[in-house]
């Protein structure tokens, strides 16, 4: 794959996404998605901190912290490989899995920040799959609410931000509608 021409820098935030191709299935069953998230936290080691996540049937958000420069387009092309080859061989299929390259668009501010990972949160319960996000186990949501989470998932970076887990919780809560179509704007643009 050509080399990536939205670099990524040191100390800044990213939200990181891709559809399946066709807007089809990337992930069949349960353990599609968790090889997805091992390869992620493969990937990512100590060079991007992962700050939220959430993996649908058809596509995946991400939001890292670039820790290093250049490390975030490598990391993405061998998870993007790395997972198509997989898939191709288990279920015996050929050609693109994904729709192109991932998607990596900087996240300009904190407010951006909280609002995108709400967003990206509450995925699951806008498209009717469970009624609350912490009912989705592929989403980093259920990680904020206990401190047993994968380690390179960073939740201090977010709960700084709230004084208290019961506040990170009624944030999500609180979502207004109108909300949905400041971030959806910003997220693709």
């Known amino acids: 794959m050509p080399y990536r021409l939205n670099p990524s820098y040191k100390d800044q935030y990213y939200h990181v996404y891709n559809r399946g191709n066709n807007r089809e299935q990337i992930y069949f069953e349960k353990k599609n998605y968790s090889y997805f998230l091992k390869k992620v936290y493969l990937s990512f080691d100590n060079s991007i901190d992962l700050v939220a996540?959430?993996?649908?049937?058809?596509?995946?958000?991400?939001?890292?912290?670039?820790?290093?420069?250049?490390?975030?387009?490598?990391?993405?092309?061998?998870?993007?490989?790395?997972y198509t080859r997989a898939i191709n061989k288990a279920y015996n299929r050929t050609g693109h899995l994904f729709a192109g390259r991932y998607k990596n668009k900087f996240i300009p501010g904190d407010e951006y920040l909280l609002h995108l990972c709400r967003y990206i949160h509450l995925n699951p319960v806008r498209a009717g799959l469970v009624k609350e996000a912490k009912d989705w186990e592929f989403s980093s949501y259920q990680y904020y609410l206990n401190s047993n989470h994968p380690k390179i998932l960073n939740t201090g970076i977010l709960l700084e931000y709230f004084k208290t887990v019961k506040s990170f919780i009624d944030f999500h809560k609180n979502f207004q509608e109108e909300q949905n179509y400041y971030v959806k704007d910003l997220l693709f643009q």
């Open 53 to 82: 996540y959430c993996l649908m049937p058809n596509h995946y958000h991400l939001v890292v912290k670039s820790l290093a420069e250049g490390k975030l387009e490598k990391a993405m092309q061998r998870i993007s490989t790395g």
